[in-house]
């Protein structure tokens, strides 16, 4: 059974880091690529940053650039995503997935599998 599941989000303050966790388990689950999202109430699905399993080749949404990393640990069979300097606007449901195929896109239609998502809200 494939599966992705979030962890690490919670309550940060202003300005403060996180760091997320996407584990995936799946005996022959071997995405080309892992992405992070994000959605607020309301809204559609934001594309963060993608990185592949192989390479680690890393792609970001430019509004994401600076204050969000994507790094892998194969060997965990995890993917991560620090979060810096964090602004209220940040307070979303944070998700990983992966495509079903070899590629890594900004479109969220085009990934097949998903985490259940963690919770990060940014407050004081």
């Known amino acids: 059974q494939v599966q992705l599941v979030e962890s690490g989000g919670g309550r940060v303050p202003p300005g403060g880091s996180l760091k997320l966790s996407c584990a995936r388990s799946g005996r022959t689950f071997n995405p080309y690529a892992v992405a992070w999202f994000r959605q607020v109430p309301g809204k559609d699905r934001e594309f963060i940053a993608a990185i592949t399993l192989i390479g680690g080749a890393t792609y970001y949404e430019d509004s994401m650039k600076g204050r969000f990393t994507i790094s892998r640990d194969n060997a965990k069979s995890s993917v991560y995503l620090e979060m810096h300097s964090v602004r209220p606007e940040d307070t979303a449901v944070y998700f990983c997935?992966?495509?079903?195929?070899?590629?890594?896109?900004?479109?969220?239609?085009?990934?097949?599998?998903w985490g259940q998502g963690t919770q990060v809200t940014v407050s004081s």
């Open positions: 997935a992966a495509p079903p195929t070899g590629q890594a896109t900004k479109n969220p239609n085009d990934y097949s599998y």
